[in-house]
């Protein structure tokens, strides 16, 4: 039961968007900027946003050279170069949107351990650079071995090492933030705690109501930003979750190294965060047991990022874990984020593929079509 005021001021909106990660708060700014008078409300399922926006490990980074080299065996060589142009604008349009203090945005540039297992990879390092001359103004890999001694990793194990300048680490919660008031500020509606159901749609409007809540939202239009967790909303869009497991280390005195690094074709990647480490990945090693929408962590993928500390990246050096935790990411065959009409006033876009930080601000603005 309502009053006068709520149904008149709370309950209809012109663009329902149902998930308040970076996908969904990207895509109501850019509504909010082409149309500064749509009415928007974002629902959110969590007190904070679901999924991976607010528990990745802080990347802005569009593909390491070995997981790029996988793509391109996936999807040819084409439709790997317009990926990566798609993570790209994305990353260069949110740093313009926000600015580089309101990401916590560093740029260490990036770097790939490669072990015996792929260090063939380096002979590929010009055609990729090739490849990708268009896209970056200089060469975006080179090979440097020097620096496996400067950061202190086993050069037992780590064979050689690949450095981009053009990756940088961001601070996560500063740059969610930064969003979340932004969209705000523009007059965006955000309620958590949420979990969205779509009851009905017709020609002119989608009918909200949530599993915890009495209280129902209609709207002219609706967008699934949710990734991950698109198919409990629209069932017939089938989304593979991943669940994403990472570990942070009690700071570590005299840490030799700073930026974002990758291992194994983008599974592992680790970063400083000032004097600590953050580690995340081994997806790789239960596929099948991490293609889950549960958080939670695992203790034989836990273990793993441990002896990895131990072995390849702090050799010989004592550290101590503090946090763990896991994120939920939206996973497809190609990589390929897609935008899919469901209805005249549906329309649902997902599957950044582990790439939401540099893929959102891309796909949000083609979202954005459609909302406003």
Not at 111 to 117: G, I, Q, V
């Amino acid at each position: 039961m309502y009053s006068i005021w709520e149904k008149n001021s709370f309950t209809h909106y012109d663009c329902i968007i149902i998930g308040s990660g970076i996908l969904g708060l990207s895509t109501a700014i850019s509504i909010k900027e082409r149309s500064p008078s749509t009415e928007i409300l974002i629902l959110e399922r969590g007190t904070l946003p679901s999924g991976a926006s607010t528990k990745n490990a802080g990347f802005a980074c569009f593909g390491s050279l070995t997981e790029i080299l996988s793509d391109i065996k996936r999807n040819g060589e084409s439709e790997t170069v317009s990926l990566v142009e798609k993570r790209w604008k994305g990353i260069n349009m949110l740093r313009q949107r926000l600015g580089d203090e309101k990401m916590g945005l560093l740029n260490y540039g990036g770097s790939e351990l490669l072990k015996e297992n792929n260090i063939a990879a380096l002979d590929e390092i010009g055609h990729v650079n090739h490849l990708l001359r268009n896209i970056f103004d200089s060469d975006t890999f080179v090979a440097d071995e020097r620096k496996i001694n400067e950061f202190g990793f086993n050069k037992d194990v780590v064979k050689s090492l690949v450095f981009s300048p053009f990756e940088s680490q961001i601070d996560t919660g500063v740059m969610m933030r930064s969003l979340i008031a932004m969209a705000q500020s523009k007059g965006v509606m955000i309620i958590n705690n949420y979990d969205a159901v779509i009851d009905d749609y017709s020609a002119n409007t989608v009918k909200v109501s949530a599993k915890n809540s009495g209280v129902t939202f209609t709207s002219n239009k609706l967008i699934s930003c949710s990734n991950a967790f698109t198919s409990s909303i629209l069932p017939q869009i089938m989304i593979k979750p991943g669940r994403g497991q990472v570990i942070a280390t009690k700071p570590v005195a005299g840490l030799q190294f700073k930026g974002v690094f990758h291992m194994d074709e983008g599974y592992y990647y680790f970063r400083n965060y000032g004097e600590r480490i953050i580690f995340g990945g081994g997806r790789n090693l239960d596929f099948t047991g991490e293609e889950t929408s549960e958080f939670g962590t695992t203790d034989m993928i836990i273990e793993s990022l441990k002896d990895i500390l131990r072995e390849v990246i702090l050799p010989g050096r004592e550290f101590e874990v503090e946090m763990t935790w896991s994120g939920i990411m939206g996973f497809n065959e190609s990589k390929l984020p897609e935008i899919i009409q469901i209805s005249d006033n549906i329309t649902a876009g997902f599957c950044c593929n582990g790439m939401g930080v540099a893929l959102a601000s891309y796909v949000a603005e083609q979202l954005s079509e459609s909302g406003s």
